[in-house]
């Protein structure tokens, strides 16, 4: 989203997912990867093995652009539910700040986000949210929104 590309995140994010898929080349597990890009969100790979999706997120330049998150949080627990894999680890990398619709308020945005997180979470996947460092007493939405979930969530 927007804001991965603030304060070092998204290369942060890319160590992290980079390293975490050398740990899964190790097990042979898949990886399916999501981005969001110029407002849409589009998948890089589905069931790759853990080399080709590590490339492909270290080919991710820029994250700028409006984040429709919630849209994308659907679209991921489809094809999750679809899969019917017992295992998913689903990390998200962004603030949590959704792109809001025509008709939708800022608290419309922040209930329909949780449902829509609790519904991947309730699918069994185990989610880890990277999100920038609020500063000085500044709280992004994924703090709210992981809160009282079984949702990680690692902010720096």
Do not use: Y
């Amino acid at each position: 989203s927007r804001s991965a590309g603030s304060n070092g995140l998204l290369a942060k994010a890319q160590s992290i997912l980079g390293h975490s898929f050398a740990i899964g080349a190790t097990v042979k597990a898949r990886q399916n990867v999501l981005l969001l890009a110029q407002g849409r969100a589009n998948w890089l790979c589905r069931s790759a093995g853990p080399n080709r999706a590590a490339a492909e997120i270290r080919g991710v330049q820029a994250a700028s652009g409006e984040s429709p998150l919630l849209a994308s949080l659907k679209k991921l627990t489809r094809q999750i539910l679809r899969s019917g894999a017992s295992c998913n680890r689903v990390v998200i990398v962004s603030d949590g700040v959704n792109t809001l619709t025509n008709a939708q308020t800022s608290t419309q945005s922040t209930t329909a986000m949780r449902h829509q997180l609790a519904r991947l979470l309730r699918s069994g996947a185990d989610v880890l949210w990277l999100s920038p460092q609020g500063k000085r007493g500044v709280v992004f939405p994924a703090e709210n929104l992981v809160e009282r979930t079984a949702a990680e969530l690692l902010c720096f």
